[in-house]
C-alpha cells in the first residue's frame, strides 16, 4: 500500500498545474484527484519499497539455501555411487 504523503504530494502538483482561472474549484479537483488516485492505486496492487527490500531479502536467503541444499544431495549422491553393492 503507497503511503498518503506519496498520493498528496501528487495531487498536489496536479492542483498546482491548474490555471490560475480554475482555482476556485481547486478543492473540488483535489478530492476528486485524490479518489481517482488511491483508486487506481489500489487496483494496480503496488508494494511499498520496503515491503519489497524485505522479500529481496528472503529470496537471496532461500537462494543460499538452496545451493546448499544441492550441493548436499550433490554429495550423497556421489557417495552412493561411490559405495561398492554387496551381493547375497
Do not use: C, W, Y
Amino acid at each position: 500500500m503507497l503511503d498518503r504523503d506519496f498520493i498528496d504530494n501528487i495531487v498536489n502538483r496536479l492542483t498546482d498545474a491548474v490555471p490560475p482561472g480554475l482555482q476556485t474549484i481547486k478543492q473540488d479537483l483535489e478530492h476528486n484527484f485524490r479518489s481517482v488516485l488511491q483508486s487506481t492505486f489500489a487496483k494496480l496492487d503496488l508494494v511499498t519499497r520496503e515491503e519489497f527490500d524485505v522479500q529481496t531479502g528472503v529470496l537471496t536467503k532461500t537462494r543460499a539455501k538452496l545451493e546448499a541444499l544441492e550441493k548436499q544431495m550433490a554429495e550423497i549422491e556421489s557417495q552412493l555411487l561411490d559405495k561398492p553393492t554387496e551381493n547375497k
